[in-house]
């Protein structure tokens, strides 16, 4: 695989990681590049680490992975995008403003980052068949993730102040968005 193609793919990967930062970014207060930075390498780590588990698991695990990661993705998006809507509207309800937090919790960010690098598993089951460098593909997806998602979270902030109280909500809806294409993709109801 050349080095475009591997280019290609690990911004294909990052994708879905720039949405979900981006409405991470939209719900806290003014995130700084600190915080963005941090957010770009927890998910450009567990992005950086799906394909090398998924290349370990290789043929033998591969029809397991293939069957069942989209499940999995769409119900840890959509659990975690409902929580976040809930919490929005929660705030919403509230008749005096609710500070916006500084920081999401490590746990939260990290079960985000694996929600939408479960397609990277996949992927690294696929690249055991192919003569790359497993090593080198997994370290240029975990940059371009951290790239993404760093940039996600500095262009939410922008959007944050303007969509308010509802930059929860509207994050909450991305995460199940996400979800539901990565499941109906995997469906064969989107090419």
């Known amino acids: 695989m050349t080095f475009i193609a591997t280019l290609i793919l690990a911004l294909g990967m990052s994708m879905d990681a720039f949405a979900a930062a981006l409405g991470k970014g939209a719900t806290l207060h003014r995130p700084?590049?600190?915080?963005?930075l941090r957010t770009g390498l927890i998910f450009g780590s567990i992005e950086?680490?799906?394909?090398?588990?998924?290349?370990?698991?290789?043929?033998?695990?591969?029809?397991?992975?293939?069957?069942?990661?989209?499940?999995?993705a769409f119900s840890l998006l959509a659990f975690l995008g409902g929580r976040m809507m809930l919490e929005g509207l929660r705030q919403t309800a509230v008749a005096e403003p609710c500070e916006a937090p500084q920081s999401?919790?490590?746990?939260?960010?990290?079960?985000?980052?694996?929600?939408?690098?479960?397609?990277?598993?996949?992927?690294?089951?696929?690249?055991?068949?192919?003569?790359?460098?497993?090593?080198?593909?997994?370290?240029?997806?975990?940059?371009?993730?951290t790239v993404m998602a760093t940039t996600g979270v500095l262009v939410g902030r922008f959007i944050g102040p303007v969509l308010g109280k509802w930059a929860e909500v509207?994050?909450?809806?991305v995460l199940i968005?996400?979800?539901?294409?990565?499941?109906?993709?995997?469906l064969g109801y989107i090419a």
């Open 170 to 173: 509207l994050g909450g809806v």
């Open 177 to 186: 968005a996400i979800g539901a294409t990565i499941l109906l993709e995997h």
């Open 104 to 145: 999401h919790g490590f746990m939260v960010l990290a079960t985000t980052a694996v929600a939408t690098s479960l397609d990277a598993l996949a992927v690294g089951v696929g690249l055991a068949f192919l003569q790359v460098n497993i090593i080198t593909t997994a370290l240029t997806i975990g940059a371009a993730t």
């Open 48 to 72: 950086a680490l799906t394909p090398l588990i998924g290349w370990a698991l290789g043929l033998a695990a591969s029809r397991y992975i293939m069957a069942w990661d989209h499940w999995v």
């Open 32 to 36: 700084g590049f600190k915080e963005a």
